[in-house]
């Protein structure tokens, strides 16, 4: 059973900078895509970013430009580095693996990131 733990949400000004981090307990080239989810309170869930197995990388038109996906195979691990940060960036982030193999998809716990005005 592979596990996602998502790290690195908190509380930021408005402008500012966090770096999350999704840490997989396998290794990550088994997944075909890795993404990272959010979700504000009363809002639908939002694809935020994707990272496929071939390192093509993928950005939801609202964060282009400010937010930048990536990995570390070696550790296993994804990151969302969120720059710019804006009030309406105030959500639950989740990481998500697909599997190669097919069959469900893998959640993390979620992050909660508050961007202050």
């Known amino acids: 059973q592979v596990q996602l733990v998502e790290s690195g949400g908190g509380l930021v000004q408005a402008g500012g900078s966090l770096r999350l981090s999704c840490a997989a307990s396998?290794?990550?080239?088994?997944?075909?895509?890795m993404d990272w989810y959010r979700q504000a309170p009363g809002k639908r869930r939002e694809l935020v970013a994707r990272?496929?197995?071939?390192?093509?990388?993928n950005y939801a038109d609202s964060v282009r430009g400010r937010f930048t996906i990536s990995r570390d195979v070696a550790k296993n691990t994804m990151y969302l580095q969120m720059n710019s940060l804006k009030p309406e960036d105030t959500a639950v982030y989740s990481c998500?693996?697909?599997?190669?193999?097919?069959?469900?998809?893998?959640w993390g716990q979620g992050t909660q990131v508050t961007v202050s005005s």
């Open positions: 990272i496929t197995r071939g390192g093509s990388t």
């Open positions: 396998g290794s990550i080239f088994s997944f075909n895509t």
């Open positions: 998500t693996a697909r599997p190669l193999v097919g069959g469900r998809d893998y």
